[in-house]
Structures are given as structure tokens and as C-alpha cells.
């Protein structure tokens, strides 16, 4: 995993070529424009800058590079480095951290002696052959500049990735800037454009004139062309490559027969060879690592759990890791209690392995005190429902608690596991939220396909960037293996109402597919039982905060009196 950002002052846009890429597309958006061109509207205001000019000063040089630094070294402690490119009257400026997790290490940001350079944030699970003992990064670069002569051999080598990434590739020969993430978005990257300053960051670096970043959008891959160079500007061109149209269920798939029996049994048979593999493909690694899971004890974490416990070797400890949040000390949280069920159900079904539940208990003074960064964390994500789901990923992610010992005691404990397993996905893949009930007794199956194809079209804005940023900033890697490209194309490829039941009533019916495969495969069921609860609640923290709607632009005060103390 890395921290990644670019610098490129002076630059003048010079127009914006967008419907070249895009006569492929679907049409489906409206007036027929294609839906993907929609979708990047806010870039495109971005980027119609009015090419005014503001110098950085030396003192803005010197104060933005060492705040981007200290950001970008909390994800990648294991190295830092910034490599600049003389370009006319200006500098191109490429900054890495890396955190060291597959094959041999290797500094970023990568290049070469032909003038290449590349910011790799990411991991390659599938789609390019990577062996346990390559760094998945090299390999891309030097089939990126050994292998690839046009334009579309490089994009179409993007296309063929299968697993979590944002990046930046300067290919030196067509003097073009491409960058991007994953079509999911599981990788965190913003871009701004400023005063004729172009800037891409995994963290929103923050100055009171030189930045106005936005999420990047995920509907395709970004370059600029820098056709020409004068002795005060670099002029630029834009362009926008769609990536190819996402997958979709069948629409066959959404009426179920009259005699259609559904055999759940040989359904989670299925389900758990699929999703066994995911996590597979996820724990490749040449050395063991301890491994966490962001444990809330409700089905998709304790799923998860199980799931490593039959993959890894028996002698590797797992971390549980539960967060709770009191003002009055008392940490008995829903969360809380549905983590320790799930957790006695771990240990007397998978005894031969030490597993350590971490509790992870936050004061609403902690919480006063590490709101204002937690909130830049989020930032250009700027909610009520952001802030504190920001923190309460932060707080689990940083995993500084106490181990609960078998006989009942407490020690201090901070978790040294650099992978983190998260269950993102689950609900928007399997029917987990209550909406998804609500939208299926208003118009049937297609309704709810509809619903779980919003929500998965918008993952990537309202939630996985801005957990990628919280997550990620005490140096370990989140994965996510409901997110796997293999497993999700396994989900579309079944009927709806094979994966769901909604007939049955919550806790029960919605994601009906996991709950048999849980109680089959793991013996599970406390965790089985537990209907959709989101972490802001479970864990208490939205109870920390006064009421506001989720949607509610948050406003943090210095005095913190937004907190119910």
C-alpha cells in the first residue's frame, strides 16, 4: 500500500477531449449523453479553470511538501520519497510512501532511464499474473513501458486488473499523464485544479488558497497530453477513457419460476468456495503477518473471521478488532455485546487458534481531541453521517485497546497487524439494508435490483474513499473481500432471489445466502440472527455527536459542543 500525489504548476487546459473515447458507452444517461459522461461533471467544472495564475512562494513550497509528506507517511511508513521532473517554467512532482506488504521491496515512485515515471497505490489479486515473490507495482511498470507502444495498450492493461488501485503514470514518450483507481473506487484519489495548479492525492492536503480537491470519479481512466511547453505555461489537453460497461444481472434472473425450489443448502456450498478464494487471493503472503478484521460481531465480519480461520495456518493469531464509544465510561455498546457472542462462538468452533479480540474504547475526550484531523482525513466527504463513521473507522483501525485473556482480564494491547479484513460490500451485493426491504415491497425484484444498483454505483463517492483514508492512516491495508471481482461477477450471475429471501423477515431472509453458509460451514449463530446494524449505531459514536440528520453538512466547533457529554 502507498500514499501518492502529483504536483504540476502552470498548467493551461486547453480544451477537453471527451466524446472521442466514448462512442462505445452505453447511452442510457439523459439527452444520450453517456451515462459515464454524467458521472464526471464535477470534474469537468474542476477543471474549466479561469487560467489565473498564482505563484506558490516559497514559504507555500515548503509548508504544502512537508504536510503532504507527514500525510502521506502515515499510510507508507516504510519509505518516503519525492522525485521532480524539470518541465519548462515548471516542475512535475511525484511523491510516494510505501507500506511493504508482497515480494521484494521496492522504493516508489518508479521509473526508469527512458523518463517514465509511476505512482502505484494498489494490489493486483487477478487479471495479470503476479508471483508470491514479485512486487505486483515493478511488474506493472515494465509491462507498462516494455510491453505497451499506444495509447491503448495501456489502457487496455488497466482493464485487465482485478483487485484494488489508484495511480499515476507519466509516460514520457507521448508526453501524457494518465491516472485513475479501480472502477469500485476501494483506492482513495482526489484531484485539483487551482490557480492553474494540477494537483492528484490519495489525502486532501489542505491551504488556505491552493487546493479544491473532489473525489476522483470511477467510470474511467484520465490523461493529459502535454502537447507544448512555452516559457510560461504548460498547455495541456484533457481526456476522459471510459472503461469498459460494468456487468449487470440478467433481467431473467430477477422473475422467479412458480416451481422454482431453492436448494440453499447446495447455494452456500457454492458461496463459500467463491468467497473462501477471495480471501484466499487476499492473504498471499511471503511472510506471515498477523492479520486483523474489523470486527463488529454481526454477520459479514464474523463471516470474514471464519473464513481466514480456514485459510490460514493454525499457529497465526487473528485480531478481532471492536470499537465502542461512551461519554460516561459504560462501553456496553450493541456492537460490544454482538462482538463477544461472536467471539465465544469463534473460539469454541475453531479452538486450535488464538484469537484476539481487541477492545477499542473511545472517551468522547479522545473523540474531541482527534475530531479536527479525522475531519481533514474525510475531507472533501463532509457529512454527519461522514464524520462519524470517519471516526469510528479511524479509532478501530488504530487498534489501540485491551486483549480480553481467557480467563476474563484485560491488558493493554495495540494490534501489529498490517492487513486489515473489512466487510464493505456485503450489504450492497446481498440485500442487507433495511431500504432494500422497503424497496422490494414497493416493486418486487427489479426494484431491489435497482436499489442494489444505486448503491453500488455510488460506493466509490459515498464511502470507499473516505474509508481508504481513515483506515489506511495507521499503516495498515484494508481489503475487502465481498469487493472481489470474481466473487461479485459469481453474485450477478445468480438469480436475486438466490441470494436474498425477502419474504422472511429481517435478521433472517435478507442476505439469506451468507446466513445458511455461515451456519453450515462455521456453526455459527448468534451472528446469523442479526439483522443490518450500521457501525455509527452499533458502536454508539452517533450517540456522541447531537442529533442532525445524517445528511446534514457537518459544521465541527472548536468548543465541541456538537458532543453530548
Known amino acids: 500500500m502507498c500514499g501518492i500525489g502529483l504536483v504540476l504548476r502552470k498548467l ?13 458507452t ?19 467544472h474542476l477543471l474549466a479553470d479561469h487560467h489565473i495564475p498564482v505563484e506558490w512562494t516559497h514559504n507555500d513550497d515548503v509548508e504544502i511538501f512537508a504536510k503532504w509528506e507527514k500525510l502521506l507517511s502515515r499510510r507508507g511508513p516504510d519509505h518516503f520519497e519525492r522525485k521532480d521532473i524539470q518541465l519548462g517554467p515548471s516542475n512535475l512532482s511525484f511523491l510516494s510512501s510505501v507500506l511493504h506488504l508482497r515480494g521484494n521491496p521496492v522504493q516508489q515512485p518508479l521509473s526508469d532511464n527512458s523518463g517514465n515515471v509511476m505512482l502505484w497505490n494498489g494490489e493486483i489479486f487477478g487479471g495479470i499474473p503476479v508471483d508470491i515473490d514479485q512486487n505486483d507495482g515493478q511488474l506493472l511498470f515494465n ?48 484531484v485539483s485544479y487551482k490557480n492553474m495548479n494540477f494537483s492528484i492525492s490519495t489525502l486532501a492536503v489542505e491551504h488556505d488558497t491552493q487546493f479544491e480537491w473532489i473525489e476522483l470519479p470511477t467510470t474511467g481512466l484520465y490523461s493529459i ?4 511547453i512555452t516559457s510560461r505555461f504548460i498547455n495541456g489537453t484533457f481526456a476522459f477513457h471510459p472503461y469498459p460497461a460494468k456487468a ?18 447446495a447455494l452456500a456450498t457454492l458461496m463459500y468456495e467463491q468467497l473462501k478464494g477471495s480471501v484466499e487471493r487476499r492473504l498471499v503472503r511471503p511472510d506471515p503477518e498477523t492479520v486483523g478484521v474489523l470486527f463488529s460481531g454481526g454477520i459479514d465480519s464474523t463471516v470474514l473471521a471464519g473464513m481466514v480461520g480456514h485459510v490460514l495456518p493454525d499457529d497465526e493469531d487473528v485480531d478481532l478488532i471492536n470499537v465502542a464509544f461512551s461519554s460516561t465510561g459504560n462501553f456496553d455498546t450493541p456492537d460490544r455485546r454482538a462482538g463477544l457472542d461472536s467471539y465465544y462462538e469463534l473460539c469454541e468452533t475453531q ?18 481531541n482527534y475530531r479536527p484531523y479525522i ?41 501489529k497487524s498490517k492487513i486489515l479484513l473489512v466487510g464493505s460490500g456485503a450489504d450492497e451485493q446481498l440485500a442487507g439494508y433495511s431500504r432494500h426491504r422497503t424497496s422490494y415491497n414497493r416493486g418486487g425484484w427489479p426494484e431491489l435490483q435497482n436499489e442494489l444498483d444505486i448503491d453500488m454505483n455510488r460506493l466509490w463517492k459515498r464511502n470507499l474513499g473516505r474509508d481508504d483514508r481513515t483506515l489506511s492512516d495507521h499503516g495498515r491495508e484494508t481489503r475487502q473481500p465481498f469487493l472481489d471481482e470474481q466473487f461479485s461477477q459469481f453474485l450477478l450471475n445468480m438469480p436475486l432471489y438466490h441470494i436474498c429471501d425477502m419474504e422472511e423477515g429481517p435478521g433472517i431472509g435478507d442476505k439469506k445466502i451468507l446466513r445458511v453458509m455461515a451456519k453450515n460451514y462455521f456453526k455459527f449463530d448468534t451472528s446469523t440472527k442479526l439483522a443490518k446494524r450500521a457501525i455509527q449505531f452499533g458502536s454508539r459514536i452517533a450517540k456522541q455527536f447531537k442529533k442532525g440528520k445524517g445528511t446534514d453538512t457537518y459544521v465541527p466547533d472548536a468548543s465541541g459542543s456538537e458532543f453530548t457529554l
Open 225 to 228: 497530453q502535454l502537447p507544448s
Open 26 to 44: 452505453s447511452s442510457d444517461g439523459l439527452h444520450g449523453v453517456p451515462l459515464c459522461l454524467q458521472q464526471i461533471d464535477e470534474i469537468i
Open 248 to 265: 449487470t444481472r440478467s433481467n431473467s434472473l430477477l422473475s422467479p419460476k412458480v416451481d422454482d425450489q431453492v436448494d440453499w443448502d
Open 375 to 415: 475531519h481533514s482525513l474525510n475531507n472533501p466527504c463532509d457529512t454527519l453521517m461522514d464524520i462519524t463513521i470517519g471516526c469510528a473507522l479511524w479509532f478501530a483501525s488504530k487498534a489501540d485497546g485491551y486483549l480480553l485473556n481467557d480467563n476474563g482480564t484485560l491488558t493493554q494491547y495495540v494490534s
Open 351 to 368: 479452538p486450535n487458534r488464538k484469537w484476539n479480540l481487541v477492545l477499542v474504547n473511545v472517551s468522547v475526550q479522545d473523540l474531541c
Open 143 to 190: 509491462r507498462l513501458t516494455q510491453e505497451c507502444t499506444t495509447k491503448q495498450d495501456i489502457l487496455s492493461t488497466f482493464n485487465l486488473i482485478e483487485g484494488p488501485w489508484a495511480m499515476v503514470f507519466y509516460h514520457k514518450l507521448s508526453e501524457t499523464i494518465y491516472f485513475g483507481r479501480d472502477p469500485l473506487g476501494r483506492r482513495s484519489l482526489m
Open 12 to 24: 493551461k487546459l486547453l480544451g477537453f477531449d471527451l466524446k472521442r473515447e466514448s462512442k462505445n
